[in-house]
């Protein structure tokens, strides 16, 4: 998702091929041999297989939003905010949502240590509308997926420890037109199939 948000932002479109995790095309196999979702393959051949680095990648080619230019020179704080978020804070997001397929993780002792993390944004956004100022910054589109899914597991208990400013961050990005446009449903890519590209056209 957040890849396909900051292909969405950068104004190119790609061609989109959906996969289906249990059912990945020998296509997809052939040019990453690791496999996983998303991966983007350039006009060159070259491949990408990190979705932050396909997120970079778009921005670098063009940024109209200034997704990559925060606040006041916040260039490195904003990534090593994008650090702590898909490394401890997505180690423990895994535990806490899956924590029957780690052994002997202790699923709640993960939903406090991801809380922590929470509590780094909601010092962030005490101060500014998004976490590195009033507007939009790539460590948004970046974050915000990955709070969905940790509010996902226990809305409720979201709702109730989660500090509000957080919440309000998180509804508003859910509610935003640019999360509804990634989020469009689409079917497994099949060979024979027509191009999709994405972003459509008059999107
Ligand atoms: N750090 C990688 C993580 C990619 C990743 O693990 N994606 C999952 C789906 S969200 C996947 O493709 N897993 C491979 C599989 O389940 O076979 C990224 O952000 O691109």
Redesign the pocket.
């Given at each position: 998702m957040?890849?396909r948000l900051a292909v969405q932002a950068c104004g190119r479109q790609v061609q989109l091929r959906e996969?289906v995790?249990?059912n990945?095309p020998q296509q997809m196999l052939d040019i990453s041999v690791?496999?996983?979702?998303?991966?983007l393959q350039l006009t060159d051949g070259a491949v990408i297989?990190?979705?932050?680095?396909?997120m970079l990648w778009a921005l670098q080619n063009n940024d109209p939003q200034q997704l990559l230019s925060p606040d006041k020179n916040k260039h490195e704080q904003m990534l090593v905010l994008i650090a702590d978020n898909?490394g401890s804070f997505?180690h423990n997001l895994d535990r806490y949502k899956y924590g029957n397929r780690y052994e002997n993780a202790d699923p709640l002792q993960h939903r406090a240590a991801g809380l922590q993390f929470l509590q780094v944004l909601d010092g962030l956004l005490r101060q500014s509308a998004y976490l590195f100022g009033e507007q939009p910054s790539l460590a948004d589109i970046a974050v915000f997926p990955f709070i969905r899914q940790f509010a996902g597991v226990d809305r409720k208990w979201f709702e109730q420890s989660v500090p509000k400013a957080v919440q309000s961050w998180l509804s508003k990005w859910l509610s935003s037109a640019e999360f509804g446009a990634v989020m469009t449903k689409y079917p497994a890519w099949n060979s024979e199939d027509p191009v999709v590209l994405f972003p459509e056209a008059d999107s």
């Open positions: 957040r890849a996969v995790l249990r990945k690791k496999a996983t979702v998303p991966v297989e990190e979705s932050l680095q396909i898909d997505k």
